[in-house]
């Protein structure tokens, strides 16, 4: 079975940094593109970051680019988001995600959520002074 536990949000002033992680378990973690969204109050689910299974090549929503970062460790299954320079629009409940099918792909044109199923149970994110 399938199981992704976020940890790592919290409250943080407009500026601050956070770091997300991720365990992963029930699957071969290193061979499946992982994924990074959110969900704000009143607006849909959004697609934030992905990494390649591998070499684990990165990709990102413009809305972070240059302030999150996507990384993973595949020795300890874990995934990670380090956010700096945090919004107060950053403010979401944050989910990783495991990719349907193991490979790399490419997400240049940005991520789709449904190819992402399997998600974790999300971790609250909110940037207020």
């Known amino acids: 079975e399938v199981q992704l536990v976020e940890s790592g949000g919290g409250l943080v002033q407009p500026g601050g940094s956070l770091r997300l992680s991720c365990v992963a378990s029930g699957f071969t973690f290193g061979n499946y593109d992982m994924m990074w969204a959110r969900h704000a109050p009143g607006k849909g689910p959004e697609w934030v970051a992905s990494i390649n299974s591998g070499a684990g090549t990165t990709y990102y929503a413009d809305s972070v680019k240059h302030r999150f970062f996507i990384s993973r460790d595949n020795a300890k299954n874990t995934l990670y988001l380090e956010m700096e320079s945090l919004k107060p629009e950053d403010t979401a409940v944050y989910y990783c995600?495991?990719?349907?099918?193991?490979?790399?792909?490419?997400?240049?044109?940005?991520?789709?959520?449904?190819?992402?199923?399997?998600w974790g149970q999300g971790t609250q994110v909110t940037v207020s002074s």
């Open positions: 995600a495991k990719r349907d099918y193991d490979g790399s792909y490419y997400y240049e044109a940005g991520g789709k959520l449904a190819d992402f199923p399997s």
